[in-house]
């Protein structure tokens, strides 16, 4: 009980101090320097476990103050950190009592069943085209048996050619904001038909059992 309260006192004081304190983290971002880039670190670290402002919105930011190859560095450190904090608390909080509870929810049970099964494969593709939101993804490994490991490994692979593709976007819109937004639109329309031919077989699937 103890655990779990901690855990939830903890995930609440990130979510606070991120919420109260986004405009002055963003401006102090965009001042850039060095206290910018661990502002920047910390930030993408708290808006994993709530986006306070949107991942995507975030990385272009520090991509267009840092360059693409710099701020890629940054996002993906801040990211990871987060991410391996989310998983961390999940299951120094709430793995024994979630073990239970997981039973009465068959979608959630078909989501552990698949990122515990080839786990490394499954939580890289999962990185790679979201067809399950990345806090569920921290979430449901942090609880299950996924060692820290190859989940680590695994998100990190995953998340670079989408914090690549958002730093580089972020980079070029000072110079041709029509060209980095076209970039980021033809990467969501990928990313969407992709999840729609899934969505697609999935349906196609189930009506033929």
């Not at 939830?8 to 320097?33: C, M, P, R």
């Not at 391996?84 to 509870?101: N, P, T, V």
């Not at 069943?113 to 569920?136: E, G, M, Q």
Request: aromatic share 12%; net charge positive.
């Amino acid at each position: 009980m103890i655990k779990r309260f901690t855990t939830i006192a903890v995930f609440l004081l990130i979510v606070t101090v991120g919420y109260i304190q986004k405009d002055e983290l963003l401006n102090l971002i965009n001042g850039g320097g060095t206290i910018a880039i661990t502002i920047s670190m910390l930030f993408v670290a708290i808006c994993v476990f709530f986006p306070v402002v949107p991942f995507p919105v975030l990385a272009g930011v520090i991509g267009a103050v840092f360059g693409t190859a710099q701020g890629a560095a940054i996002s993906l450190s801040g990211a990871m950190a987060g991410t391996m904090g989310f998983y961390l608390l999940s299951r120094y909080g709430f793995r024994d009592f979630a073990q239970e509870k997981l039973l009465k929810y068959p979608k959630v049970q078909e989501y552990e069943k698949l990122l515990t099964r080839n786990s490394f494969v499954a939580i890289l593709t999962c990185r790679l085209i979201p067809i399950i939101p990345s806090p569920v993804v921290n979430l449901i490994c942090g609880l299950s048996h996924v060692k820290w490991l190859t989940f680590f490994t695994a998100s990190t692979l995953g998340k670079i050619p989408n914090i690549l593709i958002l730093s580089y976007a972020g980079a070029a819109f000072h110079e041709n904001k029509l060209y980095s937004l076209g970039l980021y639109g033809v990467y969501l329309l990928i990313l969407f038909l992709i999840n729609l031919v899934i969505v697609y077989r999935r349906m196609e699937k189930k009506s033929s059992n």
